[in-house]
């Protein structure tokens, strides 16, 4: 009897590590992130204040801002950024299409000045399914020093950096209650990289929205950007079971 049980439990233990690798394998997923397209707007050319873009899966996009007259924005595309990934926990994000709202100012004292875009969608998005991407974000020492900073006050996490140069400088994210801050993790004279430019900082807001308002701090010279991104999947998948349970109310 005792030479039967022995494959048996064997085999259990088999059954069961198959199991736990198999569950462990299942709980990583790959997310894909949908950058906001800002055409028609030409590449190079300024994001017409109030542009409304349709995003497939998401509903219409309304952008707005209010930045200082003298400082010039842009469409913006690097190709060195366009296409990513970065990965946090088991899960994966990646992107084909990342271009950003690109600001710079020449003029004036050294700053920083303040400007806001603001991104308003049809509908309240859930958690987690909107992404805020800041990149070369800048910092000196000279002139007293300062620092180009994107806030946003929401919820974030941040998921990781995405090295699309490798003399641009990693990001440094502070959370908070209600409220996250990006920028430079470094900071030198004069304007060289790697505190003259950051990475690609890929961000998760954590709270459902029905909009984003990106809050750019930004130093003289010092060309900065920023764009949003949505899971989409996430936002199909939420409202086709909200649907679900409002249809199985009238059963």
Same mark, same amino acid.
């Given at each position: 009897?005792?030479?039967?049980?022995?494959?048996?439990?064997?085999?259990?233990?088999? $059954?069961? %590590?198959?199991?736990?690798?198999?569950?462990?394998?299942?709980?990583?997923?790959?997310? &894909?992130?949908?950058?906001?397209? /800002?055409? &028609? =707007? %030409? #590449?190079?050319?300024?994001?017409?204040?109030?542009?409304? $873009?349709?995003?497939?899966?998401?509903?219409?996009?309304?952008?707005?801002?209010? *930045?200082?007259?003298?400082?010039?924005?842009?469409?913006?595309?690097?190709?060195?950024?366009a296409a990513g990934s970065v990965t946090f926990g088991p899960d994966t994000y990646t992107w084909t299409n990342y271009e950003s709202f690109?600001? *710079? #100012?020449?003029?004036?004292?050294?700053?920083?000045?303040?400007?806001?875009?603001?991104?308003?969608?049809?509908? !309240?998005?859930?958690?987690g399914s909107v992404f805020v991407g800041p990149i070369g974000l800048g910092a000196t020492t000279s002139f007293g020093g300062g620092t @180009?900073? !994107?806030?946003?006050? /929401?919820?974030?996490?941040?998921?990781?950096? #995405?090295?699309?140069?490798?003399?641009?400088?990693?990001?440094?994210?502070?959370?908070?209650?209600?409220? #996250?801050?990006?920028?430079?993790?470094?900071?030198?004279?004069?304007? @060289?990289?790697?505190?003259?430019?950051? /990475?690609?900082?890929?961000?998760? $807001?954590?709270?459902?929205?029905?909009? $984003?308002?990106? *809050? /750019?701090?930004?130093?003289?010279?010092?060309? *900065?950007?920023?764009?949003?991104?949505?899971?989409?999947?996430?936002?199909?998948?939420?409202?086709?079971? =909200?649907?679900?349970?409002?249809?199985?109310?009238?059963?």
């Amino acid at each position: 009897m005792n030479t039967l049980r022995k494959p048996v439990n064997l085999l259990s233990l088999a $059954i069961i %590590a198959c199991t736990i690798v198999g569950a462990v394998a299942a709980s990583a997923v790959i997310v &894909p992130i949908t950058w906001l397209d /800002q055409s &028609p =707007t %030409a #590449f190079g050319s300024p994001v017409p204040n109030g542009a409304i $873009i349709p995003v497939a899966g998401v509903g219409n996009v309304t952008v707005t801002y209010s *930045i200082p007259a003298h400082w010039t924005h842009s469409r913006l595309l690097n190709g060195s950024y366009a296409a990513g990934s970065v990965t946090f926990g088991p899960d994966t994000y990646t992107w084909t299409n990342y271009e950003s709202f690109a600001t *710079i #100012f020449t003029p004036g004292l050294l700053g920083p000045e303040v400007g806001t875009i603001t991104y308003t969608f049809a509908t !309240t998005l859930p958690a987690g399914s909107v992404f805020v991407g800041p990149i070369g974000l800048g910092a000196t020492t000279s002139f007293g020093g300062g620092t @180009s900073t !994107t806030r946003v006050l /929401q919820n974030g996490t941040f998921l990781g950096d #995405f090295v699309g140069d490798v003399t641009a400088g990693a990001s440094q994210f502070i959370g908070g209650a209600g409220s #996250f801050t990006v920028m430079n993790s470094v900071t030198g004279a004069g304007g @060289s990289n790697p505190w003259w430019n950051s /990475q690609l900082a890929v961000v998760r $807001i954590d709270d459902a929205v029905s909009s $984003i308002t990106v *809050i /750019q701090t930004q130093l003289r010279g010092d060309g *900065i950007g920023v764009n949003i991104g949505f899971a989409v999947d996430s936002v199909v998948s939420t409202e086709a079971s =909200t649907w679900g349970e409002v249809k199985s109310l009238f059963r």
